[in-house]
């Protein structure tokens, strides 16, 4: 069982940053793959960034590719998205989430494939 907290939302001006953080319980977080997905009001939930267990190998959604990074730390059980150039489109909730998987490199991309999510944390970006 993996529990998923993630924290740092809040709202930006367009052009500004924020640093979005998922801290997870239990000692097998680094055997997890971990992603962030997003939700804008009245849409489904898409995905941003994953990164592989091993931390070797990132994967970006092409609307974030190049202002967006996703890091994590296996010693703290945290996983980051550090995001840049923010654009009021980037305006949802961001959510966290974990995936077992057997490959130290893959970067899952769709959401079934995720097996513990977060509580969500709001991103408002201003224009």
């Known amino acids: 069982q993996v529990h998923l907290v993630e924290s740092g939302g809040g709202l930006v001006q367009a052009g500004g940053s924020l640093r979005l953080a998922c801290a997870a319980s239990?000692?097998?977080?680094?055997?997890?793959?971990m992603g962030w997905f997003r939700q804008a009001p009245g849409k489904e939930r898409d995905f941003v960034a994953a990164?592989?267990?091993?931390?070797?190998?990132?994967t970006y959604a092409d609307s974030v590719k190049g202002r967006f990074i996703i890091s994590r730390d296996n010693a703290e059980n945290t996983v980051y998205l550090q995001m840049n150039s923010l654009k009021p489109e980037d305006t949802a909730v961001y959510y966290c989430?974990?995936?077992?998987?057997?490959?130290?490199?893959?970067?899952?991309?769709?959401?079934?494939?995720?097996?513990?999510w977060g509580q969500g944390t709001q991103v408002t970006v201003s224009s």
């Open positions: 989430a974990a995936a077992r998987v057997g490959l130290h490199f893959y970067t899952p991309t769709r959401s079934d494939e995720y097996d513990y």
């Open positions: 239990g000692r097998t977080f680094s055997s997890y793959a």
């Open positions: 990164i592989s267990w091993s931390g070797s190998r990132t």
